[in-house]
């Protein structure tokens, strides 16, 4: 990746997500059902609380905002790489991407990154919505406020990864719709969308620790609520540069495995 | 053919498909999981050939020869099982993005094209990736977009395209940047007469102006007979002839065919420097050679001597001249 090549890998995010816009119906749709997700969420959590302000030190107000931002995230920074390379493989398109003077991982990075603005452009509208079906807060500091930032972007980094994993699959598979829908519950779990990981049993936490998943929302965001300070929110940002690091290694074997797997559907 | 200045350069190229063996029956799946058996076709067993640069060769095979793989291996989209391919000193699949900066790729089955954008988008793109400035870039696109009549389509989505523009795109998108070799897989699969005469003398004008290598695969034989002067035949992955387009039609040529319904026909049609290759009731197909039997004496000859109801014409086709040159290496009278 040079600077020189930049122009043109802008262009692939440009035209990704011009692409996605060109579905922003059922983008909104699929935002919508996000919310309404979150509105019961909150039903439920409220409902949980009994007129209780805190739980194990977390306000409900605090838990409402989390949950509501959590479920943006992982919806926006999902790994579109998963989704974008199996259809290419199944047809056979993906011969024309290999003939280009561009590395294929790189072409589906900034792909991804691509659909990931055209998101992420899409949230920013709808924000008013969930700040009233769920709830928003601002950051607890602009220290929280960078380190969010920091953090959440290595988030990215590692979903992408994640995605260009998923995505490979389908060289050996084919078909890798059973193992997206895996990860898609997997990672809305153990990424703390559901329940924020403050709440899971021990045992639970630890195992969810171990997993790359946490970096996606529970990691960023505990650092943008202020409950990961200093050395704390700093560790947090280490681990999730230490996965970053393992996962692209990963996907760098995968790719040169893969790439003498190759074979063109259709002839 | 040995040329100095190859520019292309097959040597006992080789590749070879796996595929688990399946069991049938409904627990064959789950069988397959477990065994190791495997399926190995050789799509190319042995390809050797050179391509001297600024030639426009025709690569000619029926489906399943194994055409679109060697040319899948030249581009460096697949890896060689083994041999060796050299496309102006780089070895493809190695290098990559670095042999895609020589060569323009079309595979007329598929397209590079973004289906959901306008066409101008897709020639940006290639702009971008080629680093060409702009002015270049503004000067190519005018020449291409004449040259390919595609100016009242740039802005429009490339999904709602005919077959026809959206080849010329996909043309136009591999030759954009000028590239030294340009390797065509069918550009002129499924489109109308008028749209592939346009494709072909594009394809010409491009070898002869700018001296680009063309490898050029078809099932037209009039776009090989108008564009090529050399021609490889690949058979069951295996080069059944090189050489001249004239030779290869002198040699080969099943000669034209003249379908004739004749009203109450018995016995054969006798008529000297043609053969009856065929009859369906009142129909029969005769073979002959026009460079030794002129068409018109032929013609008279038939409708005086037989009471001819109807007369048609037939092409030699490809498929044939492949047929008998398969023949003739096995060693089979065709």
Not at chain 1, 74 to 101: K, M, N
Not at chain 2, 73 to 87: A, F, K, Q, R
Request: glycine residues 8%; aromatic residues 8%.
């Amino acid at each position: 990746m040079t600077l020189a090549g930049f122009p043109a890998m802008w262009q692939f995010a440009r035209m990704e997500a011009q692409t996605f816009l060109t579905y922003r119906v059922n983008l909104g749709l699929q935002l919508l059902g996000i919310l309404l997700q979150v509105y019961l969420l909150k039903v439920v959590w409220t409902a949980v609380y009994e007129g209780r302000t805190e739980v194990d030190g977390i306000a409900l107000g605090t838990l409402i905002a989390y949950l509501t931002l959590a479920n943006l995230q992982v919806w926006a920074i999902y790994p579109q790489t998963a989704e974008v390379l199996p259809p290419r493989i199944q047809s056979g398109a993906i011969a024309l991407d290999l003939a280009r003077p561009i590395g294929l991982l790189v072409q589906l990075i900034w792909r991804s990154v691509g659909a990931t603005l055209g998101l992420v452009a899409l949230v920013v509208v709808a924000l008013p919505l969930a700040a009233v079906l769920g709830s928003l807060r601002p950051p607890a500091s602009p220290e929280a406020a960078s380190l969010y930032v920091i953090s959440l972007l290595l988030g990215y980094g590692i979903t992408l990864a994640i995605g260009i994993l998923l995505g490979l699959v389908a060289f050996w598979t084919l078909e890798t719709h059973g193992i997206t829908i895996l990860y898609h519950f997997v990672n809305q779990f153990f990424a703390g969308a559901l329940v924020p990981l403050w709440f899971f049993p021990d045992w639970l936490r630890t195992v969810a620790e171990l997993l790359p998943f946490q970096t996606q929302a529970f990691l960023p965001l505990s650092i943008y609520f202020g409950r990961l300070v200093g050395t704390d929110a700093l560790r947090a940002i280490g681990v999730q540069v230490v996965w970053l690091v393992i996962l692209w290694l990963a996907a760098g074997l995968v790719w040169r495995a893969a790439i003498h797997r190759v074979v063109i559907q259709g002839g | 053919m040995i040329a100095p200045s190859s520019i292309i350069r097959v040597s006992h190229l080789v590749k070879e498909f796996r595929t688990p063996k399946r069991a049938p029956g409904i627990l064959g799946g789950l069988r397959t999981l477990f065994t190791r058996e495997q399926n190995v076709v050789r799509a190319v067993d042995g390809v050797n050939f050179e391509i001297a640069e600024g030639e426009l060769v025709g690569y000619l095979g029926r489906n399943g020869a194994g055409k679109s793989t060697t040319i899948k291996m030249l581009t460096g989209i697949l890896v060689p099982t083994s041999g060796e391919v050299v496309v102006d000193g780089l070895t493809p699949w190695r290098d990559r993005q670095r042999n895609a900066l020589n060569i323009g790729v079309v595979f007329g089955q598929r397209t590079q094209l973004w289906w959901d954008l306008p066409l101008v988008e897709s020639f940006e793109l290639i702009r971008r990736m080629y680093r060409m400035d702009l002015p270049t870039y503004r000067g190519e696109l005018d020449r291409v977009v004449d040259l390919l009549e595609m100016g009242e389509y740039l802005r429009t989505p490339v999904r709602q395209l005919s077959l026809g523009q959206r080849m010329r795109g996909d043309l136009a998108a591999a030759i954009l940047y000028r590239p030294r070799i340009l390797y065509l897989d069918e550009p002129t699969v499924g489109v109308d007469v008028l749209a592939k005469q346009r494709i072909r003398e594009f394809i010409a004008e491009a070898n002869r102006a700018d001296g680009t290598t063309v490898l050029l695969t078809t099932h037209d034989l009039r776009d090989v007979e108008r564009l090529c002067r050399r021609i490889v035949v690949i058979e069951r992955g295996r080069i059944l002839f090189d050489g001249g387009v004239d030779e290869l039609k002198t040699k080969y040529s099943p000669g034209r065919r003249i379908v004739v319904e004749v009203a109450g026909l018995e016995g054969p049609i006798e008529l000297p420097g043609t053969e009856e290759i065929r009859r369906e009731g009142s129909r029969v197909w005769l073979r002959f050679d026009p460079t030794r039997t002129p068409i018109a004496p032929l013609i008279g000859q038939l409708t005086s001597r037989y009471a001819v109801t109807d007369l048609t014409l037939e092409e030699a086709d490809l498929e044939e001249v492949v047929r008998l040159i398969f023949a003739e290496q096995s060693g089979v009278k065709p």
